[in-house]
């Protein structure tokens, strides 16, 4: 007898959500440790541990423009991604923590979402525009915005089972 679409046996990441949550978990902090081990790789004095960190260097090139100055150093070398590629992923690592360690995760109405979405393009548009000063600080806050809001989102897409319509619909 097979199960109904929308039982929980049929999607795998519903039957086992926090599994998931702990595999998102693991991801985004070895990324983050990828990020800031980078520069101190590159400075060790055995070939292959510089080997590996311009390794990383390489590997982060398509995902951001790793321009210097927009860039936070470390031991004097920028890590491989900017200052708001490093905060996306800090608030990746915040958002999946929280739900790692939450005992029940209620999603956020839309117009939370919507609200962090908006502040976040207002920030973008307003560095864009050259509203606000080109600070480093300004690019990093924007970028952890992004980050919460962004894998909240992913958060959220693992938690919530899938109906029988393959849409994912909360229960609860």
């Known amino acids: 007898m097979q199960n109904p679409p929308n039982s929980k046996k049929s999607d795998p990441i519903a039957s086992h959500p926090k599994k998931w949550i702990r595999i998102g978990f693991i991801l985004i902090t070895l990324w983050n440790g990828a990020i800031v081990t980078a520069p ?6 055995a070939h292959w541990l510089q080997a590996l960190g311009s390794g990383i260097y390489f590997f982060m090139d398509p995902v951001c423009h790793q321009l210097p100055e927009r860039s936070i ?3 004097h070398l920028p890590l491989p991604v900017c200052a708001r590629c490093t905060a996306i992923y800090l608030g990746g ?7 790692l360690v939450s005992r029940s995760l209620k999603p956020w109405s839309k117009s939370a979402l919507g609200s962090l979405a908006l502040l976040a393009v207002i920030g973008l548009l307003a560095e864009k525009l050259h509203v606000l000063p080109d600070l480093l600080e300004i690019r990093f806050m924007n970028g952890l915005l992004l980050g919460i809001l962004i894998f909240r989102v992913v958060v959220e897409a693992l938690l919530v089972p899938v109906t029988n319509h393959g849409v ?3 229960h609860g």
Request: charged share 15%; proline share 0%; no cysteine.
């Open 40 to 45: 101190l790789l590159s400075q060790a004095k």
């Open 93 to 99: 690592f915040f958002t999946f923590l929280a739900a």
């Open 168 to 170: 994912r619909k909360y």
């Open 73 to 75: 150093f470390l031991q």
